[in-house]
């Protein structure tokens, strides 16, 4: 069997439906479009909760949780600087707001679970990477650096939500 469809047959079936559902968010965000200021919540929360869920899980060292809110971050950081010139509109009577469309999104989703399956099925494949602490900071690190993505770009337009101009987005 090819490393790939190991990777694919040892992946849980519970992340295939998240999976399908990020794809679907990833490949709404291609286009302009307004949605509810709190769908803006969804994707940062689900990265955080697979966070803390695999740390919880693995029950890591403060060492990890600090490699990890360093890539948080550090995530947060890229995800505001690269979003920060994007041209958001908002309507805070209706609590909406209009993004642009990008293909960002959908490459950040694939990419982490592109990453998350690789390095889980590199811990079913050598268990004893579970005690390996450089091992287990640059994973935590990355999955804290999407995470963080995720987060600043929600911080950066909610910011600018409660301050910048408001108009009609609701048809």
């Not at 490949?27 to 969804?42: A, G, M, N, P, W």
């Not at 909760?49 to 947060?76: E, K, P, Y």
């Not at 995800?79 to 309507?91: A, K, L, P, T, Y």
Request: hydrophobic content about 50%; charged content about 15%; proline content about 4%.
């Amino acid at each position: 069997m090819t490393r790939i469809a190991e990777i694919i047959t040892y992946t849980p079936l519970w992340v295939w439906p998240l999976f399908l559902l990020l794809i679907a968010l990833g490949v709404r965000s291609s286009r302009t479009r307004v949605v509810r200021l709190r769908t803006l919540y969804i994707v940062p929360c689900i990265y955080l909760l697979l966070s803390l869920r695999t740390m919880f899980l693995q029950n890591v060292s403060f060492t990890i949780i600090d490699g990890w809110a360093l890539g948080v971050l550090l995530g947060s950081a890229i995800g505001w600087f690269i979003c920060r010139n994007r041209q958001v509109r908002f309507d805070r009577t209706n609590r909406l707001i209009e993004l642009p469309g990008e293909w960002l999104t959908l490459i950040m989703i694939v990419t982490y679970f592109i990453i998350r399956d690789y390095y889980n099925y590199e811990f079913l494949l050598t268990p004893s990477l579970g005690h390996d602490i450089e091992f287990l900071l640059v994973y935590y690190i990355i999955t804290g650096a999407f995470t963080g993505f995720f987060l600043g770009r929600t911080v950066l337009y909610i910011r600018r939500y409660k301050k910048g101009p408001s108009i009609s987005l609701k048809n």
